[in-house]
Nanobody, 130 residues
Framework: QVQLVESGGGLVQAGGSLRLSCAAS????????MGWFRQAPGKEREFVAA????????YYADSVKGRFTVSRDNAKNTEYLQMNSLKPEDTAVYYC???????????????????????WGQGTQVTVSS
């Protein structure tokens, strides 16, 4: 079993920054591909960012590219999502997710698909005021 716990959400003004953390426990974190998704009220869950297990390949949704950065610290079993230049449309519950048996080579279609991930955190609320 893998447990994922997000933290770092909150209320911020437009243009501000937040850093989300996702702490993993239970198995070898360094072997996981990790993703971030978000869900706004009345909308479907959507892909935000992902980081392949190798740590060298990242994927971003077009809506956050250039503003968000995904990273990981394998020594701390933690994934991060640095969010800068936040906009009101970034308001959502943010979820981290893990694929504990990723392919050796990842590709965008794999990383951006929510069905790829077999473990999910409980979510953390991010609210951006205008």
């Amino acid at each position: 079993q893998v447990q994922l716990v997000e933290s770092g959400g909150g209320l911020v003004q437009a243009g501000g920054s937040l850093r989300l953390s996702c702490a993993a426990s239970g198995r070898t974190f360094s072997a996981f591909t990790m993703g971030w998704f978000r869900q706004a009220p009345g909308k479907e869950r959507e892909f935000v960012a992902a980081l392949a297990w190798s740590g060298s390949t990242t994927y971003y949704a077009d809506s956050v590219k250039g503003r968000f950065t995904v990273s990981r610290d394998n020594a701390k079993n933690t994934e991060y999502l640095q969010m800068n230049s936040l906009k009101p449309e970034d308001t959502a519950v943010y979820y981290c997710a893990a694929d504990t048996e990723p392919p050796y080579y990842s590709h965008r279609a794999y990383a951006t698909n929510s069905r790829t991930y077999n473990y999910w955190g409980q979510g953390t609320q991010v609210t951006v005021s205008s």
